[in-house]
């Protein structure tokens, strides 16, 4: 990342052209540094002990008044991940979804 570039993280659903708007609303900017990071897809709660991902299902019911699904825990990973990067970054970010649209490069930088 160069000083001056906006970092922007993209949850991009794996097998989906979603997030392609929102990639040519980057395209041959260089005031963004655009990362990728796939969702974490997760089907089963089988899904979820194979990822290794430690959740405490007790705490999340008692808090969501119902048993989290494995779909809500790999959204959550996927969110999860995503900060752990912005933590990490010297700079800060953004994050959206594939989904997010920007009508308006310069007003959004």
């Given at each position: 990342?160069?000083?001056?570039?906006?970092?922007?993280?993209?949850?991009?659903?794996?097998?989906?052209?979603?997030?392609?708007?929102?990639?040519?609303?980057?395209?041959?900017?260089?005031?963004?540094?655009?990362?990728?990071?796939?969702?974490?897809?997760?089907?089963?709660?089988?899904?979820?002990?194979?990822?290794?991902?430690d959740?405490?299902?007790?705490?999340?019911?008692?808090?969501?008044?119902?048993?989290?699904?494995?779909q809500?825990?790999?959204?959550?990973?996927?969110?999860?991940?995503?900060?752990?990067?912005?933590?990490?970054?010297?700079?800060?970010?953004?994050?959206?979804?594939?989904?997010?649209?920007?009508?308006?490069?310069?007003?959004?930088?």
């Amino acid at each position: 990342m160069q000083d001056g570039e906006l970092l922007v993280i993209i949850i991009d659903t794996p097998n989906s052209n979603r997030s392609q708007p929102l990639m040519r609303s980057f395209s041959n900017d260089s005031r963004f540094d655009v990362v990728r990071l796939s969702t974490c897809m997760l089907n089963t709660y089988e899904d979820v002990k194979n990822q290794n991902i430690d959740v405490i299902y007790e705490t999340l019911q008692f808090i969501q008044k119902r048993p989290i699904s494995p779909q809500e825990i790999g959204c959550a990973t996927s969110h999860n991940r995503a900060r752990h990067l912005l933590a990490n970054s010297l700079r800060g970010g953004v994050i959206l979804e594939d989904d997010a649209r920007i009508r308006n490069v310069e007003n959004y930088y």
